[in-house]
């Protein structure tokens, strides 16, 4: 365990703004515990929130499509957190059961070819290379 | 470089089978480099190819978006060959220039924020828990 | 968890000069888990040590440097164990929360940009590959 | 390698403006690859660049030590465009060839003791786990 | 926590066909939980464990030399669950403490030198180039 | 590219005393380029090297099957230069096509499932977890 999170009724002005944004944006009672704990670097807080917030909007890829792809580069890398979270931010934006099940089947398979790829020392064929 | 490609002309049945299945389920003339390197080991090769073609069959999610993920999953693990054959399939399933932005700002984010929850050792919220 | 960690009391000669080594270079009055767990390979355990302690010795750069350059490789990797240890480690070398904020930030950001060079496959600029 | 590089006789006056305020932070001629590559999404484009001047700028870490890390977390990453990058910025930040060597032997060393704690699934320490 | 593992009453059909199959091939009474977990997709359940069931088949290597090999990648890619329920595998394989660590001290001194290579950016030798 | 290599002709006294015990010990005529480069930080070199020597010497473990395992690590953490040496050096301590055929597939395999129990938060077994 880290810090203890920093909760609403300590938290510095600079730090309400973004938590007070977060809470309006995604129309959630509370900010989740990565927040609170960003909140210890109000800079980095604000500077990745609003980073998120302008990658993950509707633009070109719908935002379920943009959840399913964090969720899948979460569980490539291991993070626990960010598997728990992006897994619920995702159900929340419409994954179900079998969606789940396909994106886990992708992300898997991506994992083994990448490495065959690389073992096999294979060359990029001239066509992809453009 | 890995060792020459298998080529069509030099290929095994047990070889030719699996490139034959791959041009004609595809609608390819010839197969890229990665299946001509795995073809040093037919029982790879197939195996490989045809776990490839259950996850990649559209299902709950259409093929566009499969391939999104696993472009997305290839940039995160940093396989030179899997980004330039990856982005192909893409584009050739139909990714726009604002999809691949797209999809390249969601999986830097992701690497990013995966690291800060990593070292602010975020606490799982027990909501996320389940 | 893995096996119950070699306690003082019942290590070998061969690992008590380890552990003696370790609590007098470092002022302790105990060596952490890592250390208890390599007691189990006395030739890893020795090698390990003797060369953390040659390559964190104070040279062209100063402790606290080199424990920030080990906690921020330790938090990309995803550590968890590594990461609590080192974060107290570097704390104790004089890391300060601004520092630490800061230290996050940069992994993070590298870890982001990481995978945009990867994805839009930058080629390498002639002023840098030399 | 990936689409042709966008240069600043081409650039869009958004992409301009990211390409002189880049031009006259670090007091260069031209900005590098990486820019030219973004380019082709002004939006990542500007809030990468901005992110990466308010990270790398001085604060509680002097800008040499902020390169060094940012150099340990690519070449942990196995980032080729990014090693040769940073390398290059860390030199003209003033990094030595001893301090390079340094940086170099502490990847390495986070790198396998990082797999070490893994794979002896050693317990966190009480006293670092606050 | 994901969600609670399918067990052997409540799995259909096509589920408890591969619950069988493990158990007779393993001469285990019970399914470990990656497979109780995966049984929430009946297809990726059954092509995993097909997979799994030919990679790890007695062949050129013998089945002790296998489980190191998966063990050492688990390690290396720091997933706790794959490095417990594979460190007990190659245990019942034949693993011995010695050959234990072993295994680690190579995975450690693999991801080592794997980050100096990158570091130093080593031109790969013309005698390995084939 | 990096540095250029240190050659045998322009080496110190330190660095030729490692490169001839390197050429003695290997029975080759040459060191290879990592160690031309790691020559350019004499403490890290002696280090690097007598750390691999005593690693990969013979023990529990037989060195083809060391050589297999450092393989594995090297091509699931996509390190291209240590692919090519330690393909090479494999193949002279007896590595068959058929086994490299094996390991990869195995490498693959691992990724596969590291990343399946990441994203089904598989919680361990307790017969696994001692």
Redesign the interface.
């Given at each position: 365990?880290?810090?203890k999170?920093v909760e609403y009724s300590e938290a510095s002005p600079a730090v309400l703004a973004v938590f007070d944004d977060i809470k309006s944006s995604r129309k959630v009672d509370d900010v989740?515990?990565?927040w609170k704990?960003?909140a210890?670097?109000p800079?980095?807080l604000k500077?990745?929130w609003e980073?998120?917030k302008?990658?993950?909007a509707p633009?070109?890829?719908d935002p379920l499509?943009?959840e399913?792809?964090?969720?899948?580069?979460?569980?490539?890398?291991?993070?626990?957190?960010?598997?728990?979270?992006?897994?619920?931010a995702a159900r929340k934006a419409g994954m179900?059961?079998?969606?789940f099940?396909?994106?886990?089947?992708?992300?898997?398979?991506?994992?083994?070819?990448?490495?065959?790829?690389?073992?096999?020392?294979?060359?990029?064929?001239p066509?992809?290379?453009?």
């Open positions: 365990m880290g810090r999170p989740n515990n990565f704990q960003l210890y670097d800079v980095t500077r990745t980073s998120v302008e990658v993950m633009g070109a890829l499509t943009k399913l792809i964090y969720l899948a580069v979460s569980v490539s890398n291991g993070c626990a957190y960010c598997i728990a979270s992006h897994t619920a179900t059961d079998a969606m099940g396909e994106v886990m089947a992708i992300t898997g398979m991506a994992n083994e070819t990448n490495r065959l790829a690389n073992g096999y020392r294979v060359p990029i064929d066509a992809f290379d453009r």
